[in-house]
């Protein structure tokens, strides 16, 4: 699109250049017969009327454009008028008026609807908010466009705020790109080249394929390796953020599945199905805040938290108590068992809440996110649930070891016989431990909501992963599921920058099945007799 | 009293079947490949003996999955190794035997091309390697037998041989066919992405779609069955089969008596496999269609669960066990679909804790009491 109208344009801002370099000062802003050029005519005509605009921004331009985007624009012979709600102002002066009779609305086209946007913004760059400014600049450096140059140019005589001049200063260079002289481009090549922005550098390589002269091409070359080179460390820490984050996920679905399985020799196929109740309940939750505390609703989650464990770990002791006490040294069967339990589960909330996803909301200290390298954003929601699966896997831990609780679980995990001699209710110790390991199902199920969809066959995408983790990690200890998740996670992303997403999970599970060759227990086995067990 | 023997004896190997057992099989035989051709084919439509098109399709259909059910009873019942990959095997026979039929479709399919529509519409110029033998029908049935065993010793030789056992070895055999869905999900991989294969046009230059061709495919696949349990009726009442039996019981002793367990356990690993695989070839013409969706972990478990209904280690019930379900599916998929799942969740949980010896025990208890 742009390709057509640039010669005959790029003549006009160079006019304007000069224009602007002799009258630093403009007479007016919008003239009613510029306004009338920018609502009726050619598109050219009318293209060229928007860019003449906002060469002098001011506050009336740029409410005018926006109502133009925003359709609220009607024209007569007599002037153009906003028209907001059954309020008319006139589009020059801001007055307030009537409509006349013979008001038409504003035709637009998508050519016109795409400039006026890109007008919008440039305008933007003369915002009182300095973040506003930055954000008006970068989006001029992602789109760059040679008709703009002037209005940087004015821009940067303005700005006082170094970040934002930076960027203002890039924009300019990024313009420079295809500028006829050579020297200009070489110029403009140097300046990218010490740029931090990830943007630049889709600028550059798409520059390269069309550069004739070889001394710029050779700088171009250049400065592609360096932005590469400082964009390198944003890369890595965003891949190792995004395994981090997989993995705390993992970590999470990993250490219901630690108890049961690992410690309990129960393989639970039904774990998803907890997580997936877990999830619905912090629906739930967010459903009654809604409807009964709307003013309290950014609490929601903390009143999930419990309830998605209790509905879990309700579910789970149940399950103990009717199902699974009658298999226990019968692994196999448990296995069909619990699959069977599964699948009662996800028809039981499909028939409750229906087939479809169902839409949980951030609370909105959940939702954004920091922005630490020109090219790492981190969200805030993986962010809290990575410290949150750091929280669940300390409590866990804290109760394992310390509590009276973890210490019968611990003693009916090594041994069974002994631990009921000496006076623990082993029958009652299961139930507990069970029910611990699908309320921490159900916490996973509570994180996961808050950053994918709700469904009933929420627990299936994770279940396979999970259990690699347990495998990987070794049945008996916690330390080899967080050593086994962390690693998973983070071999996964780093494998998925290379092969993709489908090839990065195949290669993994063939590591696994190799690992296992070597460590058939897993990272950490339990050492003695009752590793046998 | 005679002296007491210290000789240690042997029990003589079994007969192959009894005597009931023979005649039943035999009426099985004839109800299978003369009774159901004459009774589909011969008798008219509007007849009270007329064997329906629809019945036809369904008894062929299930009669694939109680081909699985008798291999997964080999491995399980047999062996007591649960394998979670069997839908794996079953869907590679398909897939094989699907690449043949999409080369018999020839230049009919929508865009006239040499190359599978799939393809033309991924814009391939040329087949890719794996389709090199597709053409030919001998080389299919070879392939159908040789891919599926090649990845189970594979796979199976790495699992034995570190002693994956138990829980461990369903896990990872359900995160093989995972593994193998999502390859065979992408379309790069050249097995047409999540559509899989379809629209098939013909089998041996025989349309397929005739109740001529689905007649020959009925008798073949109950051919096979009844062929297939001969051969794991003798199987099991080998010496071979107590070996595996006794490995299912005591593993451990078993390796201290000097045995060593791995090339049987491997063995009957590959021969489960390649059944599977013959039932996954026979099923993809009668059904039409084959996809990833075949590997999904769901049915390999279903495939358990029938074995689990009829009774394991006894090589009829898993049969049994194919039928009922599938018999039952296909009634409550029509006539409740909402049901059904909850139906097969309680017959997972009410098999493994009422019947653990399946429909087939439960038929010897009942006629043991009322004798």
Redesign the interface.
Same mark, same amino acid.
């Given at each position: 699109m742009r390709a057509f109208g640039s010669p005959l344009s790029r003549l006009r801002s160079l006019a304007l250049i000069g224009l602007l370099a002799v009258a630093s000062v403009p007479a007016q802003a919008l003239t009613p017969e510029l306004a009338q050029r920018i609502v009726r005519g050619e598109t050219d005509e009318r293209i060229a009327a928007i860019g003449e605009a906002i060469e002098t921004p001011d506050p009336r331009t740029a409410a005018f454009l926006q109502a133009l985007a925003d359709e609220q624009v009607r024209v007569s012979k007599e002037g153009v008028i906003i028209v907001k709600g059954d309020q008319a102002l006139d589009a020059t002066s801001g007055s307030s008026r009537s409509l006349p009779a013979d008001a038409e609305e504003v035709m637009l086209n998508n050519r016109l609807r795409g400039e006026i946007d890109v007008a919008l913004a440039a305008l933007k760059l003369f915002a009182d908010q300095p973040a506003q400014r930055r954000a008006a600049a970068v989006s001029m450096l992602k789109d760059p466009d040679a008709d703009r140059i002037a209005l940087i140019e004015r821009a940067l005589g303005a700005e006082r705020n170094d970040s934002v001049r930076s960027i203002l200063t890039e924009a300019r260079a990024a313009m420079q790109l295809s500028d006829p002289a050579s020297a200009t481009r070489l110029q403009a090549i140097q300046t990218l080249a010490s740029s931090r922005q990830p943007e630049v550098l889709l600028l550059l390589n798409q520059r390269l394929p069309n550069e004739s002269d070889a001394q710029v091409k050779q700088a171009l070359t250049g400065a592609v390796r360096q932005v590469e080179d400082r964009l390198r460390w944003g890369e890595i820490a965003g891949t190792l953020f995004t395994g981090a984050s997989l993995g705390s996920i993992l970590l999470l679905v990993a250490l219901g599945l630690a108890i049961t399985y690992g410690l309990m020799g129960v393989?639970n196929m039904a774990h998803g199905e907890l997580m997936m109740i877990g999830a619905y309940a912090t629906w739930g939750v967010q459903a009654l805040f809604r409807e009964f505390l709307p003013t309290a609703f950014d609490a929601y989650l903390l009143a999930a938290l419990p309830a998605s464990f209790l509905c879990a770990a309700t579910v789970g002791a149940l399950m103990e108590r009717l #199902?699974l006490r009658?298999?226990y040294g019968? /692994?196999?069967?448990?296995?069909?068992?619990t699959?069977?339990?599964?699948? #009662?589960l996800?028809?039981?909330v499909?028939?409750l809440f229906g087939a479809q996803n169902v839409g949980v909301e951030n609370p909105s200290w959940m939702s954004g996110s920091i922005q630490v390298l020109p090219n790492l954003q981190l969200p805030w929601n993986r962010m809290i649930i990575i410290g949150f699966a750091l929280v669940v896997l300390a409590a866990v831990a804290l109760l394992l070891a310390r509590t009276r609780l973890g210490l019968f679980v611990r003693g009916v995990t090594q041994n069974r016989q002994m631990a009921s001699c000496v006076g623990i209710n082993t029958a009652q110790i299961d139930t507990w431990a069970f029910a611990l390991g699908s309320g921490i199902a159900g916490l996973a199920g509570c994180a996961l909501s808050q950053i994918g969809n709700v469904g009933p066959d929420l627990g299936?995408n994770y279940i !396979?992963d999970a259990?690699?983790v347990v !495998?990987l990690g070794g049945v008996g200890q916690l330390a080899g599921t967080v050593y086994a998740a962390l690693g998973l996670g983070m071999v996964n992303k780093l494998l998925e920058g290379w092969t993709g997403a !489908?090839l990065a999970?195949?290669a993994v599970?063939?590591f696994?099945? !190799?690992f296992?060759?070597k460590r /058939?227990q897993g990272l950490f086995a339990m050492k003695g007799r009752s590793a046998e067990a | 009293m005679s002296t007491p023997s210290h000789r240690l004896s042997l029990p003589a190997r079994p007969a192959l079947m009894g005597r009931r057992a023979w005649t039943s099989f035999l009426v099985a035989l004839i109800v299978i490949a003369a009774l159901a051709p004459v009774f589909n084919l011969m008798v008219p439509k509007e007849s009270l003996f007329h064997l329906s098109d629809y019945a036809v399709a369904l008894i062929g259909k299930i009669m694939c999955y109680a081909i699985c059910a008798l291999a997964m009873d080999l491995i399980?019942g047999y062996t007591g190794i649960?394998s979670l990959g069997h839908g794996l095997f079953f869907a590679l026979g398909g897939y094989v035997m699907g690449m043949y039929l999409m080369r018999q479709i020839g230049r009919d399919g929508n865009y006239k091309s040499d190359l599978p529509d799939f393809m033309v519409f991924l814009d391939w110029k040329e087949l890719p390697w794996h389709w090199a033998l597709s053409d030919s029908f001998a080389a299919t049935l070879l392939l159908i037998v040789l891919v599926p065993g090649l990845i189970a010793l594979v796979?199976g030789w =790495?699992?034995f @041989?570190? @002693?994956?056992k *138990?829980?461990?070895f369903?896990?990872?055999t359900?995160?093989?066919t995972?593994?193998a869905m999502?390859?065979f =999900? @992408?379309n790069e991989t050249g097995f047409g992405g999540n559509n899989g294969f379809t629209d098939f046009k013909r089998i041996l230059d025989y349309p397929i779609a005739t109740a001529q061709t689905r007649m020959v495919l009925f008798v073949l696949t109950g051919l096979t069955l009844l062929g297939f349990f001969l051969f794991a009726r003798w199987l099991v009442t080998s010496k071979y089969g107590r070996i595996l039996q006794a490995i299912r019981d005591a593993e451990s002793r078993v390796m201290f008596c000097g045995y060593s367990p791995l090339p049987y356990k491997l063995s009957i690993w590959v021969i489960s496999a390649v059944m599977c695989a013959v039932a996954g070839a026979l099923y993809v013409p009668q059904v039409g269609i084959i996809n990833p969706g075949e590997m999904s972990?769901a049915n390999s478990?279903e495939i358990?669960?029938w074995a689990?209904v009829g009774g394991r280690g006894t090589l009829i019930g898993p049969i049994v066990g194919a039928f009922l379900v599938n018999g039952a599916k296909s009634w409550l998929t029509v006539t409740a679909p909402?049901f059904w799942?909850?139906f097969? *969740?309680?017959? =997972?949980?009410a098999?493994?804790?009422y019947l653990?010896r399946g429909v087939i025990g439960l038929v010897q208890t009942l006629s043991r009491r009322f004798k």
């Open positions: 393989i #199902v009658h298999l019968r /692994p196999l069967e448990t296995l069909l068992a699959w069977g339990i599964s699948l #009662v996800m028809q039981t499909r028939s299936q !396979v259990f690699m !495998v !489908v999970k195949i599970l063939i696994i099945i !190799v296992i060759q /058939p | 399980w649960l796979f =790495f699992a @041989r570190s @002693r994956i *138990g829980v461990y369903s896990i990872i359900q995160a093989l995972f593994a999502l390859l =999900f @992408r972990a478990i358990a669960v689990a909402e799942l909850y097969l *969740g309680a017959l =997972f949980i098999v493994t804790l653990p």
